[in-house]
């Protein structure tokens, strides 16, 4: 209940009503403790995948996991991993997936590689400009016989871009979604995942590779912070109801 004292002025607050009110502001200071506590977990959790991506990527490349191991392959043991494959291009049944890099917009060239044990692996051979996404105007990168690739393995990109999705019907393509591609361009015995391949220049100067970002949003810290902040003020708003209480006690 809450009162009008005359004599001073003031809004007072019955017993009960500062009770249930000192009683909602420590339940706050409860959740948002733990909150910015999952904060700091998730704060710790992420440094430790930017430290295990980036001794990936900086690390010697290793074969790309074989067929019999594809169902062991996941994100948060295997993405980034630097891993070579050998194989043959299948250029006829490439997929061209939109992209904007730092050379502007254009696509990243999408070509499958058929693998000395029957399987396909997708590769990101890289990106070309808008204006070159014709064979026409990059015929010299397409290479021919067996060729081997460096590069990051990626895990698949299914659905499509933000309010884009992707269009099998059309060719249209604005995420590496090996799930999609693979039956569209009539590909059998495919693995589940992309392999990014590097710098090393092609033939004619594209396409372009060694364009991957590897960069992970971290603001833990800054939420954690914001949550142990409106704990403390809940705390000192709980310690003002019940410092009233009693006084008027």
Known sequence: MITDDKATGRVRLSSRARL????????????????????????????DLIARVEARVGAP?????????????S????????????????????????????????????????????????INRGFVPADRRDVAGRGEGELDGTATVTGLLRITEPGG???????????????????????????HNVAPYFIDADATPNPGGLPIGGLTIVRFRNSHLVY?????????????GAYLVYRQRIKAD
């Open 75 to 122: 994100r948060e043991k295997d993405e980034y991993r630097r891993v070579s494959a050998t194989g043959t291009f299948r250029h006829d049944q490439t997929a061209l997936v939109q992209a904007v890099t730092e050379l502007g917009a254009g696509f990243w060239v999408l070509t499958p590689m058929r693998l000395e044990d029957g399987s396909t692996v997708l």
């Open 20 to 47: 249930m009110m000192t009683g909602a502001l420590l339940i706050l200071v409860a959740v948002f403790l733990a909150l910015g506590t999952w904060q700091v977990q998730r704060l710790y959790w992420k440094l």
């Open 224 to 236: 954690a912070l914001t949550w142990f902040a409106l704990a403390t003020m809940s705390a000192a």
């Open 161 to 187: 871009a933000f309010l884009r999705s992707n269009d099998p019907a059309s060719d249209r393509w604005f995420s590496r979604d090996v799930a999609a591609i693979a039956p569209a361009k009539g590909l």
């Open 61 to 73: 490349a290793v074969s790309a996991p074989a067929q019999s191991d594809w169902g062991a392959v």
